[in-house]
DNA sequence: AATAATAACTGGTAATGACCACATGACAAC
DNA sequence: GTTGTCATGTGGTCATTACCAGTTATTATT
């Protein structure tokens, strides 16, 4: 990491400025809680603007790295909130995080017409066909969550199961392949019982208690873009949010 | 609300011209989707300038109000987004927003040495005496969760029943009387299955599966303020949350 | 009629200068 | 010693000006 803004450069400054600053903290040489230098001395230290630091700032801010406290100065914020603010992630990073590898088994991936609940959520008009991927998913190859997913592409656009296997995750089969980036998602948790099929599936009894997440999931647009289920083995999964306010 | 931007206010003036552009889109003057003016018309028609405007937009547009877009404008969130961005709520406002009324049986309230891995959570030395409120929660008067909060109060600091019952939310208590304001939080949701006291306190039957929900919240300051286990009848409660990245 | 260049928008980045509000420590007055 | 005042440094707000970078409709060209 170059400790010197480029003025001649695509990377906008505050980018640069924002990315110098992370390295500081990453890197240890800014401990948690400690005052990092005034935005005027910033200025004069990186020859920018003070309204080039302050969004530097602010976007270090909105991620969880630094805080602000008027008439005192910008701080570094404790390690445990120094972790990326990113709540909207797939399956697979989630696991990722926590240090297991993901695998998932595609059990169906084709078009078909969904229950009408669910078009209305997607904003579709009713009888629409679209994208439902059956998936089973693995963590370090054992069992963990059956998922379905419901997916609203345009007519140009297409997912099939190399592109699954290929990217990984459908999230990075939209984002890289389809250049549709998840922004927003609604999303809500609550306990289940395994059915016999569900059971079967996931290698648990008839009965057994399982985590049901629905999530509904828009774009940069703030168009739905995917519905999903997943009944997750409740033996073998937590799920981690960060929230803020 | 008054149209106008006050050049005579307290109130700053990129938050009088967010409060203006928002109560146009609550009033439902201007539609979800909806193009509104441009940067420039704003800065003409309310008489402050592009930084102020810009920063209006910006404020609306982390709380989902808005979405910009690049060379073709600012527009009007639909409707499912524009419901506030909060996502750290207490327990009560949970509910509240549910159109469920929240209520509480207090079943202790004392000073502990909690688990030793709690305290560690809370950054607190071992052996430190803490607050531990045990509550069973209620939603029109019927039991939905159990619910255990260890909070870290100053030497000057202290709550009691009344405080509780007259706030009727821990998190009222926190912002209203001693002024720590939870900004953030992490919180993990799993299955667990009922042990025969928690049976008996939310009256189901022993090895009845649960939701378990965990959270540390930090304050204003990014302190640890409380640590809190709440366990939720897996059939009559729902999590729900708002994602985004 | 189809295509390509262009002009006129949009939001995005940046510099400069000014003043306000809050926190803190030094210091004088009591 | 205690208290209050004030200077100074912090982040917060705001105006002005300029140019860059995408998007779109118009216009000229073919």
Redesign the interface.
Known sequence: MSRFINHNNAIPKYFQLASILKSQIDEGEWKP?QLIPSERQLELQYKVSR?TVRQAIEYLEKQ?YL?R?HGRGTFV??Q??QKK?????SFSEDLLRKGIQPNQIIRSICHVVPPEKILKRLELPPESRILRIERIRLGNDVSIGLQTSYVVLGDDQQIDEDDLTHYGSLYRVLEEKLNII????????????ATPEEATLLQVKAGA???LNK?LT?D???KPVEFVKIL?R??R?????????
Chains 1, 2 share one sequence.
């Open positions: 809680r309204p969880g805080y406290e914020s404790p445990k909130l603010m990113l709540e909207l992630t998840p922004t927003e998602a609604d999303e809500t948790l609550e306990v289940t019982l208690p399982l985590l999530r828009y940069q647009n703030r997750y409740g033996d999964y937590q799920y981690v949010i960060r929230l803020t306010r």
